[in-house]
């Protein structure tokens, strides 16, 4: 069965710390997808990024940037420089690829990162 | 533009009433979801309809009832509402499943708070 694990509950960092949140995964699938969405205190959820199984190239995108490594089932996500407005909830995410008419995302458990001034 | 709409934002009411939350989106996608957030924060998908057929229904107690009028609506209707129910239902959208994985646009969310 698919599983996608955030050990980290929560994390509280000072402004312009560097912080990495963990995400690993289980699938038996070849073929899936993995994604990452934010949730800022206001409720609604954002979409960071999606990565699919064949491309492990890492990413980087401004302050933030992704680390993709099938060896280890891991695809972890660091901010750089945090800043207060990163404070939010992370969620990791997995997807299999689609074949029939049916798919659906299981998300982590996610992690509170708090940004502190 | 709101890309995925939800009304209303929240909802109080008692143990034992039937209420509804209305989802549109208008970004011409063919799949819909619905997520439950409980108190914890954990997102579980409960129902996909793609083109208005339902594909997906996560053992979701049958109280629930997702309809599905045309393809840019999807609502969800709740039976004899219970204490256990209330959590945050967002709607989601993507394109069509079938022509490989989408990302997924989430709505802003209902709060529902049963009393």
């Known amino acids: 069965a698919q599983k996608v694990t955030q050990a980290q509950t929560e994390i509280s960092v000072v402004e312009k710390e560097d912080v990495t949140l963990d995400c690993v995964y289980e699938?038996?699938?070849?073929?899936?997808?993995l994604f990452w969405y934010k949730q800022p205190p206001s409720g609604e959820l954002v979409f960071l990024i999606r990565r699919n199984s064949f491309d492990e190239q890492n990413e980087i995108s401004g302050r933030y940037s992704w680390n993709f490594q099938k060896s280890t089932s891991s695809f972890n996500f660091t901010i750089t420089a945090s800043q207060v407005v990163d404070s939010a909830v992370y969620f990791c995410?997995?997807?299999?690829?689609?074949?029939?008419?049916?798919?659906?995302?299981?998300f982590g458990s996610g992690t509170r990162l708090s940004i502190r001034p | 533009d709101t890309a995925v709409s939800q009304t209303p934002k929240y909802l109080v009411t008692q143990m034992g009433n039937d209420k509804s939350i209305k989802c549109e989106q208008n970004?011409?996608?063919?799949?819909m979801y619905w997520y439950k957030q409980d108190s914890k924060k954990f997102l579980k998908i409960m129902f996909s309809?793609?083109?208005?057929?339902?594909?997906i229904n996560e053992t979701v107690p049958n109280r629930f009832s997702p309809k599905s009028p045309d393809k840019a609506h999807l609502n969800l209707h709740i039976n004899s509402l219970e204490l256990g129910d209330s959590a945050v239902y967002f709607c989601?959208?993507?394109?069509?499943?079938?022509?490989?994985?989408?990302?997924?646009?989430f709505g802003p969310g209902t709060r529902l708070t049963v009393l």
């Open positions: 970004l011409g996608h063919d799949t």
């Open positions: 309809y793609n083109n208005k057929e339902l594909i």
């Open positions: 995410a997995l997807s299999e690829a689609v074949y029939s008419s049916a798919s659906k995302i299981i």
């Open positions: 699938t038996r699938d070849t073929t899936y997808y």
């Open positions: 989601a959208s993507s394109q069509d499943q079938r022509e490989g994985f989408n990302e997924q646009f």
